[in-house]
């Protein structure tokens, strides 16, 4: 019998995980989205490293990198995107050179491969995220959940707009590693720790502030200075696996430890230089930008994802009950609002949202998960079910519209001039009061 369960459960997220990517396809035909147009500015940083082993065998003398004094140039972007693309990326040179296509790494091709890639990691990571939220809530809220972390913010848009970008990456092994950290900590063994131990040594090779993650460690159900205690005992007691974890991370991140090396002849490099030689750094972290990043007109969180005000209700409601790990999720909420608002490019220009916390929505969706379940899991409470149902359908709705409108004007927030006045402009516009052919700019 649970066999058959098994079958069932297994052969439905395949039906859901098709229909999802289906659906994303749909959207990208809809809105004419160039598919090869996904491989530019930081997305072909990312992604270069697999047209340059693979066809060019080149990867000192990458195009979108700075040069060296030694000659060869320098990838700023480190490896892990391209290593999560990899599996895509060759299911589509092989197929072009079967077709006859071009095979260079840069054509349409290639860039619905990336589609394919965030579609999949994506539908993962939110199948890992419904099993977590059923942890402490029903099937109706873990799915209401799911679906307004997708359709209601920007992973929508980096998942089918800019598929080359880290963020959906980062989304799923974050995912995986928070689903599988709890096992971990209730139970050590290899099995575990290996389980736990490759995303997380995945997300930093993504993105190297992943590694905020590092921080459920310690904090993950420790609640009072003496569970914080018993947790550090936990770790002494348990080093074995902990040393596993750290060699595992530096398997993982060995090839980009060989890049920096062979290019610029140090093991660790920091690569964040502009095109000008100038380093990249956190520019305001004595005056950082918080109110920018929140509620900035250019691409502040809470006025380009206003769903996650029902994180800040749910975050009031954890602290209040002492539950969901409340500790953890708002200092590392601190941290990382403290670390973007520091970064001399803390609106991360031409973005859509505040695309740098997707990373971070595995944990975010837990206040409003709990939130949510105040609502739908109790008998009765028809008005506020309504109510909520109609924020989370406009929410929605606009986040799609103003995602797939975003791309057709090609990154309207570059503009200096983009003001409060432009974005009602472009308010209007979602709800069909100005007609399409109307720019934003």
Known sequence: MNFLKNNILRNNIILFGILFI???????FCYNIQYRL???????????YLPYL????????QSYAYY??????????TFGVAFMEMPFFLGAHAYSIIKGLQSDGYTSVYGFSLLLA????VYMGLVLLYKLILKFSSKLTAFISVFIIYFGTNLFYYTVCESGMSHAYSFFVLTWFLYSLDRFIQTPNFKNTLICGIPIALGVLIRPTNSIYLLLFLLYNVYSIKALKERFLFIFKNYKYFLLIAIIAFIVLFPQFYYWSHVAGKIVFYSYVNPQGEAETFKYISNPKLLHVLFGVESGWLIYSPVFLFFVAGMFLII???VLN???????FAIILYINASWWAYTYACSFGYRSFIEYYPLFIIPMAYFFSKIFDVPKKYFQKTVIVFFLVIFSFTNIRMSLLYYKEKCWIVDE??????????????FFILPEDTSVK
């Open 22 to 28: 289906a659906l994303n396809i749909l959207f990208s």
């Open 326 to 332: 409340y500790l953890a999720i708002l200092m590392i």
């Open 118 to 121: 965030a579609s999949v990691y």
């Open 38 to 48: 996904y491989i530019w500015s930081d997305a072909e940083g990312y992604y270069q």
């Open 68 to 77: 060296l004094e030694n000659g060869m140039t320098m990838n700023k972007y």
């Open 54 to 61: 693979f066809i060019k065998h080149d990867i000192t003398h």
């Open 320 to 322: 209040k009950k002492k």
């Open 417 to 430: 001039g983009f003001n409060w006045f432009k974005y009602n402009k472009v308010l209007n516009k979602v």
